[in-house]
């Protein structure tokens, strides 16, 4: 085996990694990409949202990549690159199931909740049919100068005073690298923690959640072709599903259960991508995959009824545990992105912008240069800000979880996550950056007291129990009230929020702007 000598390796392939890795190659580092599987291939993480628009548009921007900037909307996406598949996204959509009956909703909504994330399709945000836009990106990379390496499973990772050394299994035999930096990008596999797990730390101290996160869970999913309409099959069996600020289904549709919930992500071509995320409760369920999801969609006959035809694209898979978080973020020569380091629950779309931001992050850092009279100030930096923004997400999930139960309870608690986003996309579209930049801000508001307070303390009045649902909102609509631009806490809107203009101009004073002054920025809304 030669020892092949790199300025970077990055490992794993997925959109962050190749993203990351042909910056790097255009500030003129010797980067090389190391990929286990081979492209195209299945990946869960399939839905953006605003605050990803905003990080694609900036790195674009920043580095000349035109490409980034098409696929931050759906319209730029339809124009400039019509060949990678993906579907229409225009808000977040939520219904509360009870197994053993048919969907059932009233005209106030009291089991469907729709907000809009944008005002219309052509500043939309994407579901990504991840196949198509992974190997894109690869493709793009390598045009830039990565040497990307595919079915090439590293395992080995030792740490040296002037970078790092890693080994492992290519196609053509034993692999040898040694490079300045490594970053690892590779997601739930967690390289960096199994490798040092070998040498230097047990299994647990590696996959350590907070003492307050979520419990175990597993997520059941695939893609299939054959869904119907849940808005049509609800309609048939009695529900009220008066007109919401877009359709139903074109959003990250989200039904809540008694044993979880189950996510569907329609994509353009027909296909719907599904998952079911089951955090223990329920009667137990068959070890099979398919006739697990069989088994929770025959408690729920709606859902079984969109389902029940439908036609898995390759079989249906399991992931057995989750949530986890890593021991460490960063070593001296060596950091991990956010998935490598965390994960929590795909409730909420976080995990695209959380990885774009931290993209963002990594490419100023050797945009200055990376040297070590820098690098450790940086990345010091960097792992404040995740472990920040882990803690800030795991509230989030956390108190959603707790709230599930009731549906009122849950519409409140979700109103938290709804102001923070909001209130961080409009700043970050409005108003001057900060001195370094919008993306070393707190993801979601991890920086922000007002933001980081609501979430905490909202998932402690929840674990707690103590309050009525009537004073549960009522503390709810008091917590957003600073963030709350979007106008969340109008009962006359029946859980159906649009993008609303006037509202955004009556509530100009959160974000430090005058009437006037907002509406003459109102253009920014629509992107670079």
């Not at 255009?26 to 492209?39: A, K, N, S, T």
């Not at 072709?225 to 959003?251: K, N």
């Not at 608690?413 to 409009?426: D, G, I, N, P």
């Not at 674990?463 to 503390?475: F, V, Y």
């Amino acid at each position: 085996m030669t020892l092949e000598r790199r300025d970077i390796v990055i490992v794993g392939s997925g959109f962050a990694g190749s993203i990351l890795a042909r910056i790097l190659a255009h500030q003129g580092r010797d980067v090389v990409l190391v990929e286990r599987g081979r492209h195209p291939r299945f990946a869960l993480g399939e839905s953006s949202t605003p605050l990803a628009s905003l990080s694609l548009e900036r790195l674009a921007a920043r580095y000349g990549l035109e490409d980034l900037h098409h696929l931050s909307t759906y319209g730029r996406w339809l124009r400039h690159l019509p060949q990678l598949r993906r579907g229409l996204k225009r808000g977040f959509t939520f219904y509360r199931h009870s197994p053993g009956r048919p969907y059932a909703n009233d005209p106030t909504n009291s089991r469907r909740l729709l907000v809009a994330a944008s005002p219309d399709d052509e500043i939309a945000d994407v579901h990504w049919m991840r196949s198509d836009v992974d190997a894109f990106l690869v493709e793009r990379a390598v045009e830039a100068g990565v040497d990307f390496r595919s079915q090439t499973l590293l395992t080995e990772l030792q740490e040296l005073p002037e970078g790092v050394l890693v080994g492992g299994e290519g196609p053509g035999g034993k692999v040898g690298l040694k490079a300045r930096f490594l970053v690892d990008a590779s997601g739930g596999y967690g390289f960096v923690a199994r490798a040092l797990a070998k040498v230097q730390m047990s299994a647990q101290e590696t996959r350590t959640p907070r003492p307050h996160a979520p419990a175990s869970a597993q997520l059941i999913f695939g893609h299939f072709e054959g869904v119907s309409e849940f808005v049509d099959r609800a309609r048939e069996g009695g529900a009220s599903m008066i007109p919401g600020p877009y359709p139903d289904s074109r959003a990250a549709v989200h039904h809540l259960l008694d044993e979880g919930w189950l996510y569907a992500l329609p994509f353009d071509h027909g296909v719907v991508s599904a998952g079911l995320i089951r955090r223990g409760a329920g009667p137990p369920l068959p070890t099979e995959p398919r006739r697990a999801w069989e088994a929770v969609l025959e408690r729920y006959p709606t859902l079984e009824t969109c389902f029940g035809s439908a036609r898995p694209l390759q079989p249906i898979a399991r992931v057995s545990s989750f949530p986890y978080r890593r021991a460490k973020v960063v070593g001296d020569r060596w950091l991990l992105l956010p998935h490598a380091f965390a994960f929590f629950d795909p409730l909420f779309s976080t995990g695209i912008a959380w990885s774009l931001m931290a993209v963002e992050r990594v490419a100023q850092m050797f945009e200055r240069g990376g040297e070590s009279s820098s690098l450790k100030s940086d990345l010091g930096r960097y792992q404040d800000l995740l472990e920040r923004e882990a803690s800030q997400i795991s509230d989030l999930i956390e108190g959603a979880y707790l709230a599930m139960a009731g549906f009122d309870r849950f519409t409140s608690f979700a109103r938290l996550y709804f102001a923070a986003a909001s209130f961080q996309e409009l700043s970050q579209r409005l108003l001057a950056p900060p001195t370094q930049g919008w993306a070393w801000q707190g993801f979601l508001g991890a920086t922000d007291p007002v933001s980081r307070s609501f979430f905490r303390e909202g998932r402690i009045q929840l674990a707690a129990g103590e309050d009525s649902p009537e004073a549960w909102k009522e503390w709810v609509d008091g917590a957003i009230e600073p963030r709350n631009v979007i106008g969340l806490c109008d009962p006359r809107r029946r859980n159906l929020y649009p993008v609303d203009v006037d509202v955004l101009l009556d509530n100009s004073d959160l974000l430090g702007l005058s009437r006037v002054e907002l509406e003459r920025r109102l253009p920014r809304l629509r992107g670079c």
